[in-house]
C-alpha cells in the first residue's frame, strides 16, 4: 500500500523532474520554462539517482525506510540542485525510472514526462549518435526500442500512481501549439502566464 509508505518532512513543491527519452524535447521545454522569472533550470542532475543507488532499501523494502533518512536525502536533492528558486528543473532523462522514490523524497514534486512518436524518436536517436555509455543503448535500434517500451510501461505505473504528480507533454504539441502546451505546463506548476 503506497500510501502507507514513509515520507521525508521536506516540502517538495519546487523540485520538477522533466523525464523523457532523449530527443524527445526535454531541452527544448527545459528552455521555454525556464525563461519564466519563477523558474531555474539546474540541468541533468544526478544526484536522485546517486541517492537510489545509496539506499538499500530501494525499492524493495520501503517499508524499512524512516522519514528522518528520507529527509537527509531529501536534503542532499535539495543540496545538490543548489537553488532557491520558485520551481528548479532536473532533466535528467533517467529520472523517470525513480519517480516514485522522488515523492518519498520530496513530497509535492512534480514530474513533467516528454513523449514523442517511437518511430520518430528512434531515427532522431539513431542519427544524433550520441557519445558516451550512458546513452550507448541508443546506438542500436533493437536496444532503442527496449528502452522506448521500458519508458512507456514505467510511465503508465506513475501515470496510475496516487502519489506522484505527473503532467504529460507530446513533443509534436510542443512544437506546433506550443502557447497552448506551455500554458499547461505552467498551469501544472502552479505558475501564472
Known amino acids: 500500500n503506497r500510501t502507507s509508505l514513509p515520507r521525508s518532512d521536506l516540502g517538495g513543491a519546487g523540485a520538477v523532474f522533466v523525464v523523457g527519452m532523449p530527443r524527445a524535447g526535454k531541452s527544448l521545454l527545459e528552455q521555454a520554462l525556464a525563461a519564466h522569472p519563477e523558474v531555474a533550470a539546474a540541468g541533468e ?26 529527509t537527509d536525502a531529501g536534503r542532499r536533492y535539495l543540496d545538490a540542485a543548489g537553488t532557491s528558486a520558485p520551481r528548479v528543473l532536473d532533466t535528467l532523462p533517467f529520472n523517470f525510472l525513480n519517480a516514485g522514490l522522488a515523492s518519498l ?75 497552448d502546451t506551455l500554458r499547461g505546463a505552467l498551469a501544472f506548476l502552479g505558475l501564472s502566464w
Open 45 to 70: 542532475l544526478t544526484a536522485l539517482g546517486d541517492i537510489a543507488a545509496e539506499l538499500p532499501e530501494w525499492p524493495l523494502a520501503l517499508a524499512n525506510l524512516t522519514p528522518r533518512r528520507l
Open 105 to 179: 523524497l520530496l513530497p509535492g514534486s512534480r514530474i513533467i514526462a516528454l513523449h514523442r512518436n517511437s518511430a520518430d524518436l528512434a531515427l532522431r536517436c539513431l542519427f544524433k549518435n550520441f557519445a558516451g555509455r550512458r546513452l550507448a543503448f541508443t546506438n542500436s535500434a533493437a536496444l532503442l526500442a527496449r528502452w522506448i517500451r521500458v519508458y512507456d510501461r514505467v510511465m503508465t505505473v506513475w501515470r496510475n500512481a496516487d502519489d506522484v504528480s505527473l503532467h504529460e507533454v507530446r513533443y509534436e504539441d510542443l512544437v506546433q501549439r506550443p502557447e
